[in-house]
């Protein structure tokens, strides 16, 4: 009750602000600089459209009708359009010739709520920028938490790499790839440290050094492909965190709740276009919790909640984990 008073409170003083003060706070919290007039009236336009959004649907949420709630953030001055160009490409799944295993549900009973973040198995939310490298962030992550399981050691790794150098099996860096073609780079090559092969957030000359790596090569991947939600989470609560594909359409303007507007956000296949990591879920609040690298800024310091049940956004149509041997 505390946090929706304190939320209730927060809507009422940024309706009590105009539009320009609002625009204002937003160029400078989010380092906002326009080329000239022209464009900077272009984009408050757009801006005062998606304040409009944000305040309808945040009445809503207010009146319990849906369980999450809007704010501003970096993307509030593109329209939904030029987010998708921007931020997102939708994925080309052909069929693997390779043996890969699968993992089946489990008939073993799973805990109520499993959180890797408790474990430090969790790297620190990392922002991709303009690049469309949700699939590098994402595969990195899941790597990152075997890597804490295994090891018990946290390391952050390096998605520059994966962009720079995975092109050779066919991902395209800052265009778009797919993590298990990630995965299988990282099969024959290993990955460095972020420390050592640092993000850039732009295409690059690969300049992978073998004696530098942390992750060795030689891991198997364990794939939960088209099979439910009750799979997900016996991958996550006896795996780790997984690599997830998903329709991120809907979650430009999300702030914070259970997302559950599945009208938003296309659940089919053919509609997945942003890699994210599902590091928990929470049976009771019926929701997964999901890693996104958009900065900490954006969202639940840079996590979404999605509700369970409704394979809302398509979140357990592919995923997969890195095991390492």
């Not at 809907?250 to 259970?258: K, L, P, R, S, T």
Request: aromatic share 10%; glycine share 8%; net charge negative.
């Amino acid at each position: 009750m505390k946090s929706f008073i304190v939320f209730a409170t927060t809507i009422l003083v940024v309706n009590a602000l105009t539009d320009l003060d609002h625009w204002h706070s937003f160029k400078a919290k989010h380092l906002k600089v326009y080329k000239n007039i022209v464009e900077e009236k272009q984009r408050f336009n757009i801006f005062q459209t998606n304040l409009r959004i944000i305040e309808e649907h945040n009445i809503k949420y207010n009146q319990g009708s849906t369980g999450y709630y809007m704010g501003v953030n970096a993307f509030s001055d593109l329209t939904p359009e030029e987010f998708r160009t921007i931020f997102l490409r939708k994925q080309v799944f052909k069929p693997d010739a390779e043996k890969n295993i699968k993992y089946a549900t489990s008939h073993l009973r799973v805990p109520e709520s499993v959180d890797w973040r408790d474990h430090g198995a969790v790297t620190e939310v990392k922002n991709q920028g303009n690049c469309v490298s949700g699939w590098a962030f994402s595969s990195t992550g899941a790597l990152e938490g075997q890597y804490k399981i295994l090891n018990n050691i946290s390391v952050s790794l390096s998605e520059q790499q994966l962009i720079d150098c995975s092109t050779v099996y066919d991902n395209e860096g800052c265009s778009g790839g797919l993590i298990k073609l990630a995965f299988k780079y990282l099969r024959d090559n290993g990955l460095q440290a972020e420390a050592d092969y640092p993000y850039i957030g732009q295409d690059g000359q690969c300049q992978y050094v073998e004696s530098k790596l942390v992750v060795p090569m030689l891991f198997t991947t364990v794939l939960i492909e088209e099979l439910n939600e009750n799979a997900l989470v016996h991958g996550i609560a006896s795996l780790g965190p997984v690599s997830l594909f998903i329709n991120a359409e809907g979650i430009q303007n999300y702030a914070g709740g259970v997302y559950d507007d599945s009208e938003k956000c296309d659940n089919s296949k053919d509609s997945l276009n942003h890699g994210v990591l599902a590091v928990g879920y929470n049976i009771t609040g019926n929701y997964f919790i999901i890693k996104n690298s958009w900065g900490e800024s954006w969202g639940e310091n840079g996590y979404i909640r999605m509700v369970k049940g409704v394979n809302i956004c398509g979140i357990s149509l592919v995923g997969s984990v890195p095991i390492i041997v």
